[in-house]
């Protein structure tokens, strides 16, 4: 295919903006459950989800648009972190036996297996509304470009999107590649998409980076997913911290069922020049190198 | 008890606003879930536990709220319909088998019976998301007071609130009247008294107004409470819309099983004279006597 040239890293281990990570880790960990009421069996199940791990990746894409907006990262890190833990209680939720039924996740027993079904209901559904109150709680910046963020969020988590992309999935309505497509946009692609673009409408910026941010947070969540059923397939238990080939298991439709593992590579390829290109067509006042290294490192999960 | 004296209502029905329940009702059936991706099984199950019918108490609370401190009760309208999403996202969740496992739900088959649990837990999970985007894409004000209103929503809630009642309750954490009284408070208690405060947040109320409309909430909440579980075993399958008895049969404690009917019958009669004195003490620019009514309907419930 055509597109501007880009480096394909190949086994170069990709740098990831460690530094990043381990703010928002430390962020997280310190998150206060308000602990005033007799509520440690839930919030200590919401910490397990929450702090098992994990590259970060949303809110370090949060952290990273300030970056390249110019500001300082740690002023979008509420609203980094909330990305997190709306990631964590889809996670806990998607693994309920209800749902995908999956016992293990990154290398330890799923939140419902540790504390029970109803426990991880529970802690899935406070983890959300936590979310969302760190953002209204401590996000700083015009009260109106908050609210657009959360509003940004909220669509991108709703009915149709985060949660009608697990729907979709559940209902077995995934068949042809349009579809499969349409439900990873949902499902996994939205989160992706507003990790980026909610921070830069937290921060004010103007309608035009917005909408050039917007598409490059799309093709990078579209990125992810390609990925992400490649490694299904490739990855060892070990690398994914779950039995591989978890997805045929059950029965799902991926980039690489519907298309088989080479034409999903190529596709990933594809993705990858597109995302570049985009970033590479935005002009930023600060320092985008960081959208770069987490979109290689998307990219390079696969090596 | 000494407290002033108020009316205490017999057998003469308590009229309810009916013209604010007709407008929420009126505002639930058009709220639009985004039909523009193939979500119709997920609305469709949204919609059928949303559009169950009820009295609305706590969108009415908020609509009578706004009356009271003298705004046109339209202008809080997206946050009192918030409300009402709210409290059916828990609902369903509530029912659910691994929760306390309901099958009938105001005279209807619960959500899970009729959609199935997976479908279930996504339509409780959209519609919290739905309830908040209302308020984000609709409710107009001040943002710094919009985003205020939120924050109590969500503290109202989330793991500290009614999350974390559901939790304590289902944990069967409760045995002393110390315990049923958080409990409920956290459960049921934090969203009706936010549907007040919430309110008077959202319109810009000064701090004084907010925090007497809040001790009054918080007393309504308790009110509430001590009249449901007083009609869980005096009321019928009718009256309830599923089995009475239901507590009893999941081995609750309530404030019958704990303090008796007729202390029960007492602790609604003080709680009432508490919420009367409450509103009386409180010097409103508007009309309060929707809120007079909705907290004389809510004692009466029990006549």
Known sequence: MSGPAVHLPGDTPVAFPDAKRA????YLEQVDFD???????LTEAMRYSLLAGGKRVRPVLALSTAHALGHDPAAVMPYAAALELIHTYSLIHDDLPAMDDDDLRRGKPTCHVAYG?????????ALFAEALRLITSFQSGEPAHVIAAIDELLAATGAAGMVGGQFIDIADQVETAEELTQMHELKTGRLIRVSVKGAAVALGADTGTVENLGRFGAELGVLFQIIDDILDVTGSDADLGKPSGSDERHGKATYVSVFGLDRAREL????YRKVCGLLDSIEFRGDASDLRSVSAYIYGRDR
């Open 23 to 26: 703010a928002v880790d430390a």
């Open 35 to 41: 602990q005033s009421v007799p509520i440690d069996g």
């Open 117 to 125: 079904e109803n426990v991880a209901i529970l802690a899935g559904d």
């Open 268 to 271: 990933a390829d594809e993705s």
